[in-house]
């Protein structure tokens, strides 16, 4: 991802837009920066964001792990599996392209108003780009591989333990990479619903009362939350895939 | 005893099946060593995939006495680059379900024999391609084969190394007591290892001449006039070969 210092210097470029933009266009739609700092520390201090902030990663956490822990078993196996591939393919084509989101109403009926139809939609979006990657990645490993396993008497399950599951972790951790911008963005409609906690939550809340500080607090937070995502993504690579030259 | 009679092979190309080898018949005693040369796209893999059972041919049969356990090495090697030169060399046995202290034990064993102490948490990625050719003879020896089907595994290195591993390949041939079946496009390769020699013609690859070699295993053999009367008739059969197909 960079250097501590790099990610450092993105960040004061950032702020220092942010100021530049804020002043230029002198509107109370975009508060200066140093104010949004002072509130996020505020209110981190005091505890009150720190409740929104974990119970926001929370539903993006485990709507990711839902997703990965259905989509790349399938995945592996769709593209691994010819025949798999050929009948499960035209499903994923054409149920890929769907604004999932709008399935909510759907999703409020099955499983209520609770955590879990947050959580479910979050999944149900980022399950799809998981799989589709996992899919390609297992598609598309070199031949010689399955040759070489088949020349040490590999049966199929083996072929999975020891080639085709570890040749596609690469781009399954792409995938993840892109999911967690997904589900952050997704956490924004599924907590301005049904619910007085999140992130998404206090966007919605302080647009309602105009109140914009605390709007870009949450979307700071948002910013932060997905931030501690990618660093903890890189953590999880760097030990999965030790053998791909960095 | 390894018994090759009439085999015939075709791809499908585009619904179109195309011949691949023809009429292939030789025979390769136990414990002996054969190369098979011939130019590229002639089907020598095609030939050894058919051997090892990686492809089945469409006529004719393969018959090898006993069921013998077979080790391979496949063009590049064939080694996985997410596993450690230790967790490739011990796959086979890891695939064969044997216990931890048996793999651990036959994996060390073999890292010395191959010079590869030091080596084992390395990824194929960090090693030279000299050493990566040593981790897959490892590896197709941790199973104690009977007989090693080797796909040009040494097409990829320089002249020095390439001297140096065939050495070693002999001494793996003589010190263990297997049948060696190596397809090559050297002829100087195929003259040092192979005490029997198959030459095919282009594709369809047929058998052009099998040269028998009895002077093949003796370290000292590629210095003796005989190792160049031998490389010169290789060399002059496959030349009539390409003058052939040209008129």
Known sequence: MGSKRDIFIAALILLGLWELSALLLDSIALPEPWLVVKDIGRKLADGSLLDDLAISAARALLGILLALTAAVPLGLAVGAEESLRR????????????????????????????????????????????????????????RNYFYAMQTLGASRWQMYVHVIMPASIPKIMTAMRISVGTSVAILFFVESFATTRGLGYIIMDSWGRSDYVSLYTGIGSMAMLGFSFYLILDRIEKRLCRWTPS | MI????????????????????????????????????????????????????????????????????????????????????????????????????????????????????????????????????????????????????????????????????????????????????????????VFLGRRIIVLSKRPGRILRIVDNPGAGEPDYRQSEYFFHQCGILRETLKGEENGQQT
């Open chain 2, 3 to 190: 018994n090759v009679r009439s085999v015939n092979l075709c791809f499908d190309h585009q619904t179109v099946a195309r011949p691949v080898l023809q009429d292939i018949s030789f025979q390769i005693p136990p414990y002996g060593s054969c190369a098979i040369i011939g130019p590229s796209g002639c089907g020598k893999t095609s030939l050894l995939f058919l051997l090892s059972g990686l492809l089945q041919p469409d006529s004719g049969e393969i018959v090898i006495a006993g069921t013998p356990n077979c080790g391979t090495i496949l063009q590049n090697f064939g080694l996985f680059p997410w596993k450690t030169v230790y967790q490739n060399i011990g796959l086979g046995l890891v695939l064969q379900r044997k216990k931890k202290s048996f793999i651990q034990e036959r994996v060390t064993r073999l890292l010395r024999e191959m010079g590869l102490g030091g080596f084992e948490e390395h990824y194929p990625g960090q090693l030279s391609g000299g050493m990566q050719q040593r981790v897959a003879l490892a590896r197709a020896l941790a199973t104690e084969p009977e007989i090693l089907f080797m796909d040009e595994p040494l097409s990829s290195l320089d002249a020095l190394t390439r001297e140096r591993l065939q050495n070693l390949i002999l001494d793996v041939w003589q010190a263990k007591r297997i049948t060696a079946v190596l397809v090559t496009h050297s002829i100087e390769e195929a």
């Open chain 1, 87 to 142: 009948r499960i393919s035209p499903f994923i084509y054409l149920l890929y392209p769907i604004p999932h989101v709008v399935l909510l109403p759907l999703i409020i009926i099955l499983f209520g108003i609770g955590n879990f139809s947050k959580i479910f939609l979050i999944a149900l979006v980022v399950f799809f780009q998981i799989l589709v990657t996992t899919r390609d990645a297992a598609k598309d490993i070199n």
